[in-house]
């Protein structure tokens, strides 16, 4: 079976014509799924082995979610004016997560439509507390922290420093230029620069602090070292300075826990983003804060935020990745990868591998050698029953994210072709290099 077929060629084709400009470089369209299984226009089967970048958590056409979105289709109620009026099934997911998330209480709930508005509203409610409190010209800065990632919208744009250059430097102002402060990420490596720089700063005029936990993302899957992030928390806390904890790709069962920071038992933040996975494929976005950073009436709303179809589903998810989560099925996807993932530190085309959970990275030698990996994954499919689906992540590093229900007979397959793929790269890089 060739790849890309012809009806995948005809869309990529009329995709290039007629479709803006952005990120998309796979050849690989989704025209059916099933769990870790993806078919394309042309019958081309793949193991999906990033997830949307962390959405399908639950995998494609899971039954709950199915379920849930025909349950409501049924009501005939698609779209409620959730900034009119309370949606029963958006108030619902609110207490849910209100309740049982690590924020400090009492808390409340903004629910939107991505992680980039959830993350504009976590900076919408610190700057309007600050505003209220007389103190918007006093802390009018913001601590983010070098190759972060929260979103591609105007107010999260000096926050996103995963590749500056083409996601966030055409487009900040001179406010975000002045008053942004960049931290190395709280790494046991970063752990002496991070304590000298934060010792350098006047937190005193600092607002807020936002970053991803426990790991990086987009960044290419950078854990967090608990102790010097501990330090990093105590000294900004002591500051009065508000943390906005980024959760948005390593929440939902990510990480094995619900919020993926409450990872670490002693972080109360004051704001908590999530979106992805938690409306199972549906655009759901979560900001949860303290209630006392509330808006006054009239200073944020949003139209499609907590309708009823994502609301429900987000609720179904919820119960799905909590049974996941008791199950022990997290842990054991984690022990499966790291252990197979372990057998590859000698191998010539990888540098290093890091990660948590069902959320790893496989570091290679360069860019043009990880985008090479991620077109032989597609390509497996000619030779193999499956081609792999790729996600890179950082500069040089490729996203091992599959789904949270892959069965472990799917799992060993993926890693099989993931391996035979390394191979395949090794082999031509040193054809090239006698060629050469």
Request: charged share 20%; aromatic share 6%.
């Amino acid at each position: 079976m060739t790849f890309p077929g012809t009806r995948t060629r005809t869309i990529l084709h009329e995709s290039d014509q007629y479709y803006a400009t952005t990120t998309m470089d796979s050849r690989i369209l989704a025209a059916s799924g099933d769990n870790a299984i993806i078919t394309d226009p042309d019958g081309n089967t793949f193991i999906d082995l990033h997830c949307g970048a962390g959405v399908n958590n639950l995998g494609m056409n899971n039954p709950h979610i199915i379920a849930a979105i025909q349950a409501q289709l049924q009501t005939g109620i698609i779209h409620a004016e959730h900034h009119n009026a309370p949606n029963p099934l958006a108030i619902e997911l609110s207490l849910m997560l209100a309740a049982t998330c690590p924020v400090r209480k009492p808390s409340k709930v903004f629910l939107s439509n991505s992680g980039a508005e959830a993350n504009e509203a976590a900076r919408k409610l610190c700057e309007a507390y600050r505003y209220h409190a007389g103190e918007k010209h006093v802390r009018s800065r913001a601590i983010y922290f070098e190759n972060g990632f929260a979103g591609r919208t105007h107010g999260v744009l000096a926050a996103t420093t995963s590749n500056p250059s083409v996601q966030r430097d055409p487009y900040w102002n001179h406010y975000d230029q002045e008053n942004s402060i960049y931290l190395p990420y709280p790494t046991k490596a970063n752990a002496n620069l991070l304590r000298k720089k934060l010792s350098d700063l006047d937190l005193s005029a600092v607002d807020r602090l936002l970053i991803e936990l426990p790991c990086q993302g987009e960044a290419g899957i950078i854990p967090a070292d608990e102790e010097t992030l501990e330090y990093l928390y105590g000294v900004t806390r002591s500051a009065g300075i508000l943390w906005i904890v980024d959760s948005i790709q390593c929440g939902i069962g990510r990480v094995g826990t619900i919020f993926g920071c409450d990872l670490y038992p002693w972080l109360e933040p004051d704001i908590l983003t999530l979106a992805k996975a938690l409306g199972g494929g549906l655009p759901i976005g979560a900001t949860i804060f303290r209630a006392d950073l509330d808006w006054k009436k009239g200073e944020h709303s949003n139209t499609f935020g907590g309708n009823p179809v994502s609301s429900r589903v987000a609720l179904t998810v919820l119960a799905c990745v909590q049974e996941l989560i008791a199950s022990g099925a997290i842990k054991r996807i984690e022990q499966a990868m790291q252990k197979r993932l372990y057998l590859l530190r000698d191998h010539p085309m990888v540098q290093d591998m890091r990660g948590i959970g069902a959320m790893w990275a496989v570091e290679l030698p360069d860019t043009r050698l990880r985008d090479r990996l991620i077109d032989i994954g597609e390509e497996m499919g000619q030779t193999e029953t499956y081609g792999l689906k790729l996600l890179g992540a950082g500069r040089k590093s490729i996203r091992l994210m599959p789904p949270l229900t892959i069965s472990p007979k799917d799992l060993t397959i993926a890693l099989d072709l993931f391996l035979a793929a390394l191979n395949t790269l090794r082999d031509e890089n040193e054809n090239d290099s006698l060629s050469s």
